[in-house]
């Protein structure tokens, strides 16, 4: 059942998003992307004229968030050189590798500048239509350690398969190659409670997705079950399907009133 418009807009309004640090993961390497973008890092790619990682922040501002760190490595000059110190209403610090260290290793060099409670983390190559101040609703009802947002896809093989309980729990992680078929991935977007970044270790290479969040799992970790439409850019297969993506919607997930009905059920 649809929520209707001033419901969704109240029911937003009570989240204060701005209270919230977000971080985006920006400093992959894009190997298999670099024939396409051989110049620049994969989150300036180009889809419509616009970079990826624009469609990001404004999804971010959409919500009401105030403050992004962006965690950069490779060509991560040219980021800083685009963006600035601004963006929208978005305040943009950076948190520069001097060594590739992965998604858990990346965040980890970032917590100095996380000064929130929570933080919300966005891989800089993938995107979800979703209303992100629903995701920060419910990770706050109930007690949430750590959380993912999973999309439904009709093959989990180039992503792995993420299996949930009935009351949300995340019970399991199956591996890329073990993975077949319809089923849950995770869709690169989480809430966290800051103080457990500290767990992971400072100046290594570490993975969120292949240690971290299995550490977790029966122990806070839980899945949103998100119905909005996703695309990553990590391939040239999927990097020239995102003109299309971007260009059907034309808009943000709140701009389509993906309400909280659910996780956007």
């Keep these: ?115 929130s409670d929570y933080v919300l983390v966005m891989n800089g190559d993938s995107y979800v239509r979703t209303d992100l101040s629903c995701y920060a609703k419910w990770f706050l009802q109930g007690d949430k350690k750590a959380s993912l947002v999973l999309v439904k896809v009709l093959d989990t093989i180039r992503y792995g398969m993420v299996a949930v309980e009935k009351d949300e729990t995340v019970s399991a992680f199956k591996e890329k190659e073990r993975s077949k078929g319809a089923g849950w991935i995770n869709a690169g977007i989480y809430l966290i409670k800051t103080s457990f970044l500290e767990t992971i270790p400072v100046g290594r290479k570490f993975s969120l997705e292949r240690k971290f969040f299995p550490s977790l799992v029966g122990n806070g970790l839980f899945g949103y079950q998100c119905k909005g439409e996703f695309i990553d850019i990590g391939t040239p297969e999927s990097y020239a399907a995102a003109e299309f993506f971007f260009n059907e919607s034309k808009v943000t997930a709140v701009e389509k009133n993906i309400g909280c009905g659910g996780q956007d059920l």
Excluded at 38 to 63: C, H, I, M, N
Excluded at 82 to 97: A, C, F, I, K, P
């Design 1 to 115: 059942m649809d929520m209707p418009k001033a419901q969704r807009r109240k029911m937003r309004e009570t989240i204060n998003f701005s209270n919230i640090t977000a971080v985006i993961l920006a400093g992959g390497l894009g190997t298999r992307l670099r024939p396409a973008i051989s110049d620049k890092p994969k989150v300036l790619a180009e889809v419509l004229g616009r970079s990826f990682l624009t469609y990001l922040l404004d999804q971010l501002s959409s919500a009401g968030a105030c403050k992004v760190i962006l965690c950069t490595g490779y060509m991560g000059d040219k980021v800083q050189a685009v963006y600035g110190d601004t963006y929208r209403s978005l305040n943009l610090l950076y948190s520069q590798e001097d060594k590739p260290l992965g998604t858990g290793g990346a965040l980890r060099l970032a917590l100095p500048l996380i000064e």
